[in-house]
Nanobody
Framework: QVQLVESGGGLVQPGGSLRLSCAAS????????ARWYRQAPGKERESVAG???????NYADSVKGRFTISRDNAKNAVYLQMNSLKPEDTAVYYC??????????????WGQGTQVTVSS
């Protein structure tokens, strides 16, 4: 069985920083493409950032230059460094990771979500 555990959310003032972590555990060969999503109250879930197996990244226009997605393959973990946070970044953040569990078997696994609140 495979699961993702997210951590790092919390309350921060505008202009502050947070680092979200998403760690995979269980029967894992490797983690592949990973994405961070967020969902604010009353809004649809939106993609924030993604990273390929080889470290190629992409970002939503709203977070470019402020957020950085990274990965540590040895730890089966993905991170989202969030700087210069704004109130509109307030949302529940989810990681979504494609995980290889056997030589020809892959699972898409979602984290449980972590709340990020940006407020003074």
């Amino acid at each position: 069985q495979v699961q993702l555990v997210e951590s790092g959310g919390g309350l921060v003032q505008p202009g502050g920083s947070l680092r979200l972590s998403c760690a995979a555990s269980g029967s894992i060969i490797s983690i592949n493409i990973a994405r961070w999503y967020r969902q604010a109250p009353g809004k649809e879930r939106e993609s924030v950032a993604g990273i390929t197996t080889f470290g190629i990244t992409n970002y939503a226009d709203s977070v470019k230059g402020r957020f950085t997605i990274s990965r540590d393959n040895a730890k089966n973990a993905v991170y989202l460094q969030m700087n210069s946070l704004k109130p509109e970044d307030t949302a529940v953040y989810y990681c979504d990771v494609n995980i290889q569990t056997r030589p020809t078997a892959y699972l898409e696994v979602w984290g449980q979500g972590t709340q990020v609140t940006v407020s003074s």
